[in-house]
């Protein structure tokens, strides 16, 4: 007994340009043809077409569902194994993302609601890219401190973020001034700015000791989304990313050298 593609189609949920190109690409061939040359599938092509639909339901790609039906001796266990393992680390990241979406949902109720004239008198070119958002808290979400951040953020109020991004703003004048006259990354000016940048994000964000800063640091060199919370891009220029990371890591040291409860802090 043998059935014409468009009723296979319809047996498998599937359309007939699906059945086509699985044909063209060799990965599911008609085992016939009726004299007008039309394609006619048996019980074992439906048979096959089972195993391909079961397959990709699990996201397999055609070119290893073609590697894993053409050996009969392939271990498709093996194949299904690395298969789970791949579907459960995408469920934890989609549930993390989850999380993420659920606390941005957190922050806009709090009632804080900013014009765009508002935003851009606060924030000014200050860029707050979604994505870094999303892949920090994939990076840091189970950290306390990240938590906190978020909370705090979250709690403060227009006027708290007015005056937060002001100081801001004038620790990163000063910074780029530094840069601009050539003072070296570990000039005892430029550790002093890397202080009042620890102490700034302690005291709007959460406690941040020397080690916590040199980590924020590395995003600020590596990651161009992070360093534009600091320096927008149009005020950057090239290699100040890395001579903040080289201040922040040397006054780290200088902390650690001067010893005492507060060079923790």
Not at 183 to 193: F, M, P, R
Not at 236 to 245: H, K, V
Request: proline share 5%; hydrophobic share 40%; with cysteine.
């Amino acid at each position: 007994m043998s059935w014409s593609v468009g009723q296979v189609a319809g047996f498998a949920g599937v359309t007939v340009r699906t059945l086509h190109h699985y044909d063209r690409s060799g990965l599911l061939s008609p085992s016939d043809r009726s004299p007008a040359g039309y394609r006619l599938y048996n019980a074992a092509d439906l048979t096959r077409l089972q195993q391909i639909l079961f397959y990709r339901e699990l996201g397999f790609p055609l070119d290893e569902i073609a590697t894993i039906l053409a050996d009969p001796l392939a271990d498709a266990l093996d194949h299904l194994l690395a298969r789970r393992d791949a579907l459960t680390e995408q469920i934890t990241r989609l549930q993390k993302l989850v999380d993420v979406a659920e606390r941005a949902i957190e922050v806009q109720r709090t009632g804080i609601e900013l014009t765009p004239e508002e935003r851009f008198e606060v924030f000014g070119d200050v860029v707050f890219d979604l994505s870094y958002a999303a892949d920090a808290h994939l990076k840091w979400g189970e950290q306390e401190g990240h938590r906190e951040a978020l909370a705090r953020a979250a709690a403060h109020t227009k006027e708290d973020w007015r005056r937060l991004m002001a100081e801001a703003a004038d620790w990163r004048g000063r910074l780029l001034d530094a840069f601009d006259q050539g003072l070296a990354a570990d000039h005892q000016e430029v550790l002093d700015l890397a202080e009042e940048h620890r102490r700034h994000i302690a005291r709007w964000f959460t406690p941040c000791p020397p080690e916590t800063h040199c980590r924020i640091a590395d995003d600020y060199e590596a990651d161009a989304r992070a360093f534009a919370l600091v320096v927008p891009p149009a005020e950057q220029r090239p290699g100040l990313a890395g001579y903040l990371r080289s201040a922040i890591g040397a006054n780290a040291e200088r902390r650690a050298g001067a010893g005492g409860p507060e060079a923790a802090r």
